[in-house]
């Protein structure tokens, strides 16, 4: 199977945890638009979303399906999202679409986060994917410095702003082996808006699509 067809398989495996009539949080990337066709095709339609991106809305939207602002919604029972690394703690790397910050505050909503990822995204210890951090431009230099002092090399994503209108760190060279502890760290930092570890909001399942099929690890 492609990797195309694993992302289309976890999206559609994403549905047994949605509710019929619920309003359901959405995440933001490749795998997420596979879900959000599914969620499109249930014969019993949700409520609604939150979304977590401009992108996700959009496809939302393009799918008849009624986005609800995040501000309007006091809890949800399911989060589903993408990562660009996962391991065997369900502690997360996110942001490789820059939607991380949303990305978080729709999850902090939610009692569960399902993750729906290709097998490619599973790992031993996160930091192989360049860990992505949201920072107010201003203080975009001393952040760097910072993750320089702690091993990493950090480089501004070129040509990207946040849907917040922020710019986008990436910090390659880190091997996270205490994910909350650097996630705790790194949010301490002046002009820090959020890292993409997503360790207090890790998932609770994960649906990854592999050559045999959906596997689910529980969390
Ligand atoms: C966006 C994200 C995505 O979930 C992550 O980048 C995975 O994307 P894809 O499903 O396209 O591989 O964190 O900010």
């Given at each position: 199977m492609t990797q195309d067809e694993l992302k289309a398989l976890v999206g559609q495996a994403a549905l047994q945890y949605v509710t019929p009539g619920d309003i359901v949080g959405v995440g933001t990337g490749s795998t997420v638009d596979k879900f959000i066709d599914a969620l499109a095709s249930m014969p019993q339609a949700v409520a609604g979303a939150v979304s977590s991106s401009v992108r996700s809305t959009q496809r939302l939207l393009a799918c008849g399906i009624p986005v609800i602002e995040a501000t309007e919604v006091q809890h949800l029972s399911?989060?589903?999202?993408?990562?660009?690394?996962i391991d065997?703690?369900?502690?997360?790397?996110?942001?490789?679409g820059a939607a991380l910050t949303r990305e978080k505050i729709v999850a902090d909503l939610a009692d569960r986060f399902v993750c729906i990822a290709d097998e490619s995204k599973w790992v031993q210890t996160l930091g192989q994917f360049p860990l992505p951090v949201e920072v107010i431009q201003m203080a975009v230099p001393q952040v760097m410095r910072r993750f320089a002092a702690l091993g990493g090399q950090a480089q501004v994503r070129a040509g990207v702003l946040t849907d917040n209108g922020h710019p986008i760190v990436d910090v390659r060279g880190l091997a996270i082996t205490d994910p909350?502890?650097?996630?705790?760290?790194?949010n301490q930092w002046p002009g820090v808006v959020t890292v993409g570890i997503f360790a207090r909001h890790r998932a609770s399942v994960c649906l990854l699509g592999t050559a045999q099929g959906v596997r689910t690890h529980t969390f």
């Amino acid at each position: 199977m492609t990797q195309d067809e694993l992302k289309a398989l976890v999206g559609q495996a994403a549905l047994q945890y949605v509710t019929p009539g619920d309003i359901v949080g959405v995440g933001t990337g490749s795998t997420v638009d596979k879900f959000i066709d599914a969620l499109a095709s249930m014969p019993q339609a949700v409520a609604g979303a939150v979304s977590s991106s401009v992108r996700s809305t959009q496809r939302l939207l393009a799918c008849g399906i009624p986005v609800i602002e995040a501000t309007e919604v006091q809890h949800l029972s399911v989060y589903i999202d993408g990562a660009d690394e996962i391991d065997h703690r369900g502690h997360m790397i996110k942001g490789g679409g820059a939607a991380l910050t949303r990305e978080k505050i729709v999850a902090d909503l939610a009692d569960r986060f399902v993750c729906i990822a290709d097998e490619s995204k599973w790992v031993q210890t996160l930091g192989q994917f360049p860990l992505p951090v949201e920072v107010i431009q201003m203080a975009v230099p001393q952040v760097m410095r910072r993750f320089a002092a702690l091993g990493g090399q950090a480089q501004v994503r070129a040509g990207v702003l946040t849907d917040n209108g922020h710019p986008i760190v990436d910090v390659r060279g880190l091997a996270i082996t205490d994910p909350l502890a650097l996630e705790m760290e790194v949010n301490q930092w002046p002009g820090v808006v959020t890292v993409g570890i997503f360790a207090r909001h890790r998932a609770s399942v994960c649906l990854l699509g592999t050559a045999q099929g959906v596997r689910t690890h529980t969390f």
